[in-house]
């Protein structure tokens, strides 16, 4: 059994058995399951939402686009505007 504490900021720190062994990285992203009797910490992999060619389209589209009052729902809207910028 290993034991770790909560610190005065709610940060605990994994023992590095826990790290090497689960082979986690720095910065790595938690779900976090709360049980009646535990907590359950589960590694997760967050992807984008956009690419960096989509985030660079949408960069260039709100400079292109200042002060003309265009409005974009977001959702579908916006994806197939920044899809088709990307072209």
């Known amino acids: 059994m290993m034991l770790t504490k909560l610190k005065a900021k709610n940060q605990l720190t994994l023992p590095q058995a ?5 082979h986690l990285a720095v910065n790595e992203f938690f779900q976090v ?3 009646p009797d ?3 910490l589960i590694p997760v992999t967050i992807e ?3 690419t ?11 400079e292109k686009q200042r002060g003309k009052a265009k ?6 809207d916006f994806s ?8």
């Open 18 to 22: 826990v790290v090497e062994r689960l």
């Open 33 to 35: 399951d709360i049980k």
């Open 38 to 40: 535990c907590i359950r």
């Open 48 to 50: 984008p939402r956009y």
């Open 52 to 62: 960096p060619d989509e985030l660079g389209a949408i960069d260039r589209l709100t």
């Open 71 to 76: 409005t974009i729902k977001p959702g579908k």
């Open 80 to 87: 197939a505007y920044i899809k088709r910028a990307t072209r």
